[in-house]
């Protein structure tokens, strides 16, 4: 069940009730039209509340009815369109193999089964995220008394292979030859490339690198804060990704250097280039790959802009900088995301670290 409120032609607010009925089919319900849009709110709020309590038997809804109200409910409002849109590929996913399933009669086999249906053709990354939405509505079932028992734990994730894409990133001496033919043919009327300098030297993500504005960059103290992030299909700012994005990044002053190359543009974003405009994906990716041809690095399939964010982490865990620092510098809320996500770079480096351990116990 979700709510809307629009202001139409007479220039009066018009509210929306919109809900599913017993058939799957969307409804919509009008609250009435008010003069001042609070009013319209309050009254939309009061009749969703009465079409929740007459229309809906929660304890005989289906598992695809109920994770749809709760992410139009709980989860809709203030997600990033493609966040949104990967809960709403898991709703038509539950729907398809659940059916009309009531979710109280869903048991742990049926879950598993349904894991192992999904997985056939996803990877571990996509199903992890499926059932990461699955455990949090599954919460909130219990808590409305519809199931007692979470038929997700001790669940396999069952996922395949074939769809994992392997990480790609620089080593060190790849990483000297890249920002060496990154800096030799740099030029502040393409901001291009200093947008990569900045995610080697940073790790920002490349929607936070976007949305950098002058006042972001703090060149007495060497600092960047990281306070919104830049939407490619609206082009506006947006939220950070999580209340953990934003942070305050310490930099070198080589990179600050470059960057007031691209002062003279006249404008408060960063990287607005001669065309007015803010390179997105596809330019980056252009750009990308003609430095590596002219660094004469390896080809590699999968480098993408993303991937220099596994780049900067992989060169400071090559030279020993502690994990929860290089995780407070990439904003995740949780040292345990770090080590899930780059548990990969972790583990090639243990072997070197291995090595040490024995050097230095040896010499006791």
């Given amino acids: 069940m979700s709510i809307s409120i629009r202001k139409e032609k007479d220039g009066l607010y018009r509210g929306y009730v919109f809900f599913y009925d017993k058939n799957h089919k969307r409804r919509g319900k009008s609250a009435g039209k008010f003069k001042r849009k609070k009013d319209a709110l309050d009254a939309t709020r009061d009749l969703e509340k009465e079409l929740d309590t007459s229309n809906i038997n929660l304890l005989e809804i289906s598992f695809a009815d109920y994770y749809q109200r709760w992410y139009e409910t709980y989860k809709k409002y203030g997600l990033a369109e493609v966040t949104s849109k990967r809960y709403r590929t898991f709703s038509k996913a539950i729907r398809d193999h659940f ?60 996922y395949n292979k074939n769809h994992e894409r ?11 030859k890249f920002k060496d033919a990154l800096v030799a043919n740099i030029n502040p009327r393409s901001t291009g490339r200093y947008m990569i300098l900045t995610a080697i030297y940073t790790g920002m993500r490349k929607s936070e690198i976007q949305a950098l504005t002058w006042s972001d960059i703090d060149f007495l103290h060497s600092t960047i804060s990281i306070t ?12 950070t990704k999580t209340a953990n994005s934003r942070r305050v990044v ?53 480098f993408s802009f993303h991937s220099l964010r596994h780049v900067h982490v992989a060169y400071l865990i090559s030279k020993g900088v502690d994990i929860y620092a290089i995780s407070k510098r990439l904003g995740h809320s949780d040292i345990t995301i770090t080590l899930k996500v780059y548990s990969y770079l972790i583990d090639e480096y243990k072997a070197k670290n291995d090595k040490q351990i024995i050097r230095e116990l040896g010499a006791l």
Avoid at 228 to 236: G, L, P, V
Avoid at 255 to 282: C, D, E, H, R
């Fill in 228 to 239: 919104k992030s830049w939407d490619d299909t609206k082009k506006e700012f947006k939220d």
């Fill in 99 to 158: 059916k009309d399933k009531m979710l109280k009669d869903v048991k742990r086999s049926d879950y598993q089964q349904f894991i192992n249906w999904y997985g056939k053709n996803h990877s571990l990354s996509s199903v992890s995220k499926l059932n990461g939405a699955i455990r949090a509505c599954v919460e909130y079932a219990i808590d409305d008394d519809i199931i007692r028992k979470d038929f997700t734990t001790r669940v396999k994730l069952v």
């Fill in 166 to 176: 392997a990480v790609e990133y620089l080593n060190n001496n790849e990483l000297k």
């Fill in 250 to 302: 310490p930099v070198p002053r080589e990179l600050l250097n470059y960057l007031q190359q691209l002062k003279f543009n006249g404008s408060t974003m960063v990287f607005q280039n001669a065309l007015g405009n803010i390179p997105t994906s596809p330019s980056l990716k252009k750009q990308i790959n003609s430095i590596l041809d002219d660094a004469e690095v390896p080809p590699k399939n999968n």
